[in-house]
Every structure is written in structure tokens, then in C-alpha cells.
């Protein structure tokens, strides 16, 4: 049966990502050998640790997060103090320039049955030394300004600080939190643009210049939300979760969930690649149009061409669909019969 459902994912991902891009190169960096990394969820490098990679459990985990070196062995367990573990699906990591450390960002928003009042996201110090630890955690809280939404995708624009979610729907969106984030009350995360079916998660270039959001079967990358840049294909994973860029903007990393997942590095296509993050000791100002500006330049004929699923066509989401939902069936025969 699992056998079944897996062939038909593989089936009907294929016209989901036409004319996509595939640099060649892409190989095994390694697998999560600590058996308490059994859901990797979420994933982020470090920007200050080199070669120290942060990831976290789905739902059923506390709250704390391993850092893993590059042969996939596990340096150090933060415990985050004082926050929640409703449904961890995200996570991202930037530099505070004006300190030069690290900052990791927690997404607590994993909302399966769309009934949850309001999400949240913790805001750690990452620590200077990779050893365990207990970290003191900002918390921030956000709703939807259209209701309820399933998310597994985290971004934060390296650039301006503003902090992303990427909603996991069959017509998903982009929505961006406030400039300011508050702690006294619920902050709301306003639609800026469409994104993927069913994304799993999402992550910024390290020089703010792109972002990408991941599928289970590929990955698309956009200069500005609503304005592709190029999808790239991703290698097959039993349950891909998890995607971040290198540390120099050149690939992405991608994981997947179970124990002893694997971790893949996915080069860029050269019109897709970014650029290192600067170190820098204090803010250099510059400016980033705003996304509804951005997205502006795609014009009508992409417009027109594209649906809500972010470069998808729209006769391509609805064949999708169609087929989906006539595979399942046929499975669910299949089922039934020979559990008779």
C-alpha cells in the first residue's frame, strides 16, 4: 500500500515542475546519526559556528534544537527555556549585525486541523559556544488575517529582519509579519503572495537577494514573493521537510524526516545563486523595494499564466487534482479488496 502511495506522488509531481533547472552535482552530505533525530523538521546553518548545522523534531519532541557537524554527528543540544512544542515545523537562522551573533528563529506553527488561535515563533541568541545548553527564548505570537492556515515554512529577509510564513495548502501564500514585531499582543501576518503546493518549507539567501520554498518534489525560487526566479529539482526523499541555502548562496541543503535521514546538497543554477552574507559590525542600510512593487514587474502575461501555486499553471493544478483524487480511489479499492 505505502509502496502504492509512494509511486503515485512520484507520478504526479512530474508535471508540477516544468522547465525546471537541475545544476549537476548534487550529493550526500551526510545523515543525522543521533537516534533522537528521528523528525527533522526544520533546518538552518549556522552563521557564526562554520560547518555547524541546526535542526528540530516535528510535533511529539520538547523544545530544543541539536547542532549537527558536517559529518551528521550531533555537537551540542539546546534546550529552549520557557517555550512551547505545540507543532515545531520551521526554523531559520541570522546574524544581528549590529552584535555579530547569531539568531535563531523557532516556528511553532504547524496547525493540521486550521484550529489554532494564534502560532508562534521563539527568537534565541545563538550561544558562542557550540556545548549544551538552556537558552532564554523571545516569544513572538501571530494569527492570519484570513483565518487559520497550516504552515511549515520560516523565512527571515537577512536584509530588513522582516519575518515570513509559508502556508502548506493546495493554493498556499506568503504571508509577511510586521515590521516591528510586538510581545504584548498578537501580531497579524498579512498575504503578500502565492506559494507552492503544499510547501514544507522555505528559507532566504544569505545575502537576502532570493528566497526559496520547498515542496516534496521540487523547489522554487523567487526574487520577490509572486516573482519566480527559477524551480529547481530536488533529489527524491522519503518525506522532504526540510531546505536551506549554504552558507555562501551557492546550493541548498535539503533533509527529510526518519531516522538516519539524509542530508543533500542541491547546487544552484547560476542565475539562482547568492551571495555570503556579510559580516559586518554595525547596520548598512540598504534599500529593498516592497513586495507588492516587486511582484509588480512579473506583468499581466505571467499573471495570466500562473496560478496561486506559485509557477504552476492553472489547467496543471486542476489535472493534479483530477488525478489525485482518481489514484486514490483506485487505491482505496485496491485496499479494500485485499483486506477482505
Known amino acids: 500500500m505505502a509502496g502504492l502511495v509512494a509511486a503515485f506522488l512520484l507520478i504526479v509531481a512530474v508535471p508540477l515542475v516544468p522547465g525546471a533547472a537541475r545544476a549537476d552535482g548534487d550529493r550526500l552530505l551526510f545523515r543525522f546519526h543521533d537516534k533522537r533525530i528521528n523528525e527533522s523538521s526544520g533546518m538552518a546553518v549556522s552563521p557564526t559556528h562554520p560547518g555547524i548545522v541546526y535542526t528540530h523534531n516535528d510535533s511529539g519532541d520538547g523544545p530544543r534544537v541539536f547542532a549537527v557537524g558536517s559529518d551528521g554527528r550531533t555537537r551540542a ?15 531559520a537562522a ?18 493540521n486541523q486550521n484550529n489554532r488561535r494564534d502560532i508562534s515563533v521563539y527568537r534565541v541568541t545563538e550561544p558562542r559556544t557550540v556545548r549544551d545548553a538552556t537558552l532564554p527564548a523571545t516569544r513572538y505570537r501571530f494569527r492570519y488575517e484570513d483565518g487559520s492556515r497550516n504552515a511549515e515554512g520560516v523565512m527571515v529577509n537577512p536584509r530588513t529582519g522582516r519575518l515570513y510564513v509559508v502556508s ?3 493554493g498556499g501564500s506568503v504571508y509577511e509579519a510586521p515590521a516591528r514585531l510586538r510581545t504584548d499582543r ?13 510547501a514544507t518549507d522555505a528559507a532566504y539567501a544569505p545575502d537576502g537577494s532570493a528566497f526559496v520554498i520547498r515542496t516534496y518534489f521540487s523547489a522554487s525560487v523567487y526574487r520577490a514573493p509572486g516573482d519566480l526566479l527559477a524551480h529547481v529539482t530536488m533529489p527524491p526523499l ?27 546538497l542541491v547546487p544552484l543554477p547560476a542565475g539562482a545563486r547568492a551571495r555570503a552574507a556579510p559580516v559586518v559590525s554595525r547596520p548598512t542600510p540598504r534599500p529593498t523595494p516592497s513586495p507588492g ?18 509557477g504552476v499553471p492553472a489547467l496543471m493544478t486542476l489535472l493534479w487534482v483530477g488525478v489525485a483524487l482518481g489514484v ?3 487505491i482505496a479499492t485496491i485496499a ?5
Open 94 to 111: 541570522t546574524l544581528d549585525r549590529a552584535s555579530g551573533r547569531g539568531v535563531l528563529w523557532l516556528a511553532d506553527i504547524g496547525d
Open 186 to 198: 498578537v501580531n497579524v501576518l498579512r498575504k503578500v503572495g502565492p506559494a507552492p503546493i503544499m
Open 77 to 91: 543540544t539546546f534546550t529552549i527555556g520557557g517555550a512551547g512544542a505545540w507543532d515545531w515545523e520551521a526554523m
Open 328 to 330: 486514490m480511489g483506485v
Open 293 to 310: 512593487r516587486r511582484a509588480a514587474r512579473t506583468g499581466a502575461a505571467e499573471a495570466a499564466s500562473e496560478s496561486a501555486g506559485g
Open 238 to 264: 522519503d518525506q522532504a521537510e526540510s531546505i536551506t541555502y549554504t552558507r555562501d548562496g551557492s546550493g541548498l541543503m535539503t533533509g527529510s524526516e526518519g531516522a538516519d535521514s539524509p542530508v543533500y
Open 168 to 170: 502548506k495548502e493546495i
Open 336 to 340: 479494500y479488496r485485499t483486506g477482505r
